[in-house]
């Protein structure tokens, strides 16, 4: 458990040394380091140096180097280990200090191994700094590095001859036309995708027609799929939907529409229908006229209506109307109409003896005896 | 376990030994095995395990050897996949797509520890893989993504953003389980030794070999890693062939079938799951201190609205903070 406390210090160590390790850059490999605050920094500057020498020293590198450096690597292990375990937890330095003194003997073995074989480690402590390197975020490019690892696994090293229908890999050669603004919009990046694996597919197929062989899959030749066919349905039965709710709403957008222009439309007829009754109006009218040039009575006209819808639209007077019309006049002049004249005067028709008899004037005939006026009845009392 | 990853080293040593001699004979090989032995004699004192694992390198190395005569080229890629404890539902989904598009994949169960990945490779090894991918799950919302060339290495880590899974319905396409998929990779893969490096791994991982065994004949959909805005955007596609009768060739169109995921490169680190970080992006912001940021920007406005009430209240009390009056207290 001591190393597991060691590690915890390492870590507490390195980000206390954060600004130590630049000054102390210029530490030569070999050397040596007393102090525990140097020890630490030693190794991440001489993993610095040698990044770019490490890729030459490696092959250099005998196997008994390796031999001897097991031990050291078994705690570069452990310390791994409880660094990464203590990043999570962040509650390093209080533990740390209990275990000081132990470790500082300890830290010192450990170092002088390190420094022997540094080469080895550097893989480890590289790891141990990922936090803090996060942190601080400085871009590593080991270019020599990273080509020299892409020799090593490619595929197609050189005196290997790979047919193109082991891999089916396919470099698409155009640009893909995606900058940093389309890269955002969805559809332009999602078509420029398409486009990469249509080119693709096309080559693919072409190349499967060279070799003979079968390319698409025949419709009667059925297998496991990678969606199952409940999954399928479920994605018939939404795409089913989809085009509906897209139909409907189409629909929907249409009837808005009609609504925004009906009211227009509705004016339109109006005025149109107003312009219709006018003119039936006066056609009616001139009917009209042509049939009273025959027919002095109205009525004709209003008999002739059956006969001859055009001819008249006038309502017919009621038999009321025509009576008080009968009785009081229609039409003609109405000055001096209710003037007596000669004949009203001498007519007495309306004049009857009994009935000038049986009242007296200005007053009833049988008329009951009035109550007597207050005097009187006062005279009477006495 | 030190121990073992030391024997590991010390045979991907003799195999770069190899690869680096271009006259690869017999007798370098063979010496190459000698030193191995040797190794393999020398740790066998603590543990009979150890050599078991020594031979099966031995094997590799044969079976590498073999790789190098032109003719008889093979294309053996297995892969182990597997995640974290922790990871959500999507992302759980998203493995598993991931496992029925690649047929060489093996399935392995969630990964306890999140600090000792170094198990990997052991596990990888058990398993006859040579890559792993490794889906790692962070505070049950972040996805990292591993692809490593289990057990020398490189690794490269990933983070895994817009996800979406084949079970998403707006992805209609299918294929059969197994097929072999056509890879198609942007241009801009070759442009830069790190992009080239993980164009391999990436060729590695999701090309399918022709020996693998859940295999189905027939190519019916493509793969495609695109570089975007320094990511890759990995999308899936069927192919659809449409017989018109009229033209010679049937005419093509692709439906999605999903998966659909972007990774953003964080590192590539020398051996499988540790070694020394031979790129890092610049560029790459963690999704913690992104979310740090947010929350830092809501507490500034907070903060803000409380010092200005603060300040309210001073320069209410230095109004109501008048010299006293030494007529004040007369009257009283």
Redesign the interface.
């Known amino acids: 458990m001591a190393r597991r406390g060691k590690g915890k210090k390492t870590a507490a160590q390195q980000k206390k040394n954060n600004e130590l390790k630049k000054e102390v850059e210029e530490v030569s490999l070999e050397e040596e380091v007393p102090k525990l605050e140097n020890i630490e920094e030693t190794p991440k500057t001489n993993k610095k140096n040698s990044k770019n020498v490490k890729d030459v020293e490696k092959e250099v590198k005998s196997v008994e180097e390796n031999d001897e450096s097991s031990d050291s690597d078994n705690a570069d292990i452990d310390d791994f280990i409880s660094e990464q375990t203590i990043t999570v937890g962040n509650g390093n330095e209080i533990d740390n200090e209990e275990n000081n003194e132990q470790e500082e003997e300890e830290n010192e073995n450990d170092e002088q191994n390190d420094n022997q074989e540094n080469l080895d480690e550097e893989e480890e402590e590289e790891e141990e700094e990922q936090e803090q390197e996060e942190q601080e975020r400085p871009a590593i490019n080991n270019i020599p590095a990273l080509n020299k690892r892409y020799n090593e696994i490619r595929l197609d090293t050189p005196g290997v001859k790979i047919p193109w229908i082991e891999l089916q890999a396919i470099t698409y050669n155009k640009d893909l036309g995606i900058d940093d603004k389309t890269v955002h919009d969805d559809l332009k990046r999602e078509l420029a995708f398409y486009e990469q694996g249509l080119a693709a597919a096309l080559e693919g197929r072409k190349k499967y027609k060279e070799l003979n062989k079968p390319f698409s899959r025949p419709d009667d030749y059925f297998a496991e799929m990678v969606k199952t066919d409940e999954q399928m349905s479920k994605i018939r039965q939404n795409m089913i939907e989809e085009s509906e709710s897209i139909k409907n709403a189409e629909a929907a957008k249409r009837q808005r529409d009609l609504r925004k222009y009906g009211k227009k439309v509705q004016t339109e007829k109006l005025l149109e229908k107003n312009k219709n009754k006018k003119m039936e109006m006066e056609k009616i009218n001139r009917l009209k006229r042509k049939r009273s040039d025959n027919n002095d009575d109205d009525f004709d006209v209003s008999l002739d209506f059956n006969d001859n819808d055009n001819k008249n639209n006038k309502p017919q007077k009621s038999k009321k109307r025509l009576a008080k019309d009968k009785k009081f006049g229609y039409g003609g002049k109405k000055r001096g109409s209710k003037q007596n004249t000669a004949e009203s005067s001498a007519d007495m028709s309306g004049f009857s003896h009994k009935k000038m008899k049986a009242t007296t004037f200005g007053g009833a005939k049988n008329k009951k005896a009035k109550r007597p006026g207050k005097n009187k009845r006062m005279a009477s009392r006495r | ?3 073992r ?2 024997v590991i ?2 045979s991907k ?1 003799s195999i ?2 190899e ?2 001699d271009s006259s690869s004979d017999e007798e370098t090989s063979y010496l190459g095995k000698k ?1 191995l032995l ?2 393999a004699q ?1 740790n066998s004192n603590e543990d009979e395990m150890e050599v078991e694992v020594d031979e099966t390198k031995d094997k590799k190395v044969e079976t590498k050897e073999k ?2 005569q ?2 008889e ?3 053996r890629q297995r892969i182990m996949l597997l995640c974290s404890r922790g990871i959500t539902a999507r992302h759980r989904h998203l493995m598993s797509d991931l496992q ?2 690649l047929p060489h994949a093996k399935k392995d169960s969630k990964l306890d520890s ?3 990945l ?1 198990i990997l490779n052991e596990l990888a090894d058990i398993n006859n893989c040579n890559n792993c991918i490794y889906f790692e799950g962070r505070k049950h919302t972040d996805l990292y993504m591993w692809l490593s ?1 289990t057990p ?3 690794s490269i880590k990933f983070h895994v953003t817009n996800i979406h899974t ?2 998403e ?2 992805l ?1 396409g ?17 442009s830069t ?2 992009y ?2 993980i164009k ?2 990436l ?2 991982n999701f ?4 020996t693998s065994r859940r295999i ?5 959909h ?1 793969i ?1 890693f ?4 320094g990511r890759i ?1 990995f ?1 899936n ?1 069927q ?1 659809v ?1 449409k017989d018109d009768g009229t033209k010679k ?2 005419e ?3 439906v999605e ?1 999903g998966p659909r995921f972007v990774l953003q490169v964080m ?5 499988s799951f ?11 912001v ?1 999704p913690n201190a992104i979310r740090r940021f947010q929350k830092q920007e809501m507490s500034m406005k907070y903060n803000t609205r409380v010092n200005k009430n603060l300040e309210h209240v001073k320069r209410l009390e230095e109004a109501n903070n008048l010299p006293s009056d030494p007529l004040d207290e007369v009257f009283q």
Not at chain 2, 226 to 229: L, Q
Not at chain 2, 267 to 271: A, S, T
């Open positions: 376990m030190g121990k990853r030391e080293a010390s040593q770069d030994m690869y680096d030193a040797s190794m020398q790789d190098n032109p003719k080229f093979k294309n029925a598009l999140k600090s000792r170094y060339k020398n290495g490189p084949m079970s319905l707006h209609t299918n294929c059969l389980k197994g097929s072999r998929p056509i890879v198609s990779f942007d241009k801009t893969f070759d030794p790190h080239k490096l391999e791994v060729l590695h090309s399918t070999p022709t189905k004949p027939f190519v019916d493509v495609t695109s570089i975007a805005d955007w999308r596609y192919i062939e060739e049937k093509m169109s692709l079938i590192r590539i680190f020398d051996g540790c070694g020394s970080t031979l790129y890092k992006n610049g560029d790459f963690s």
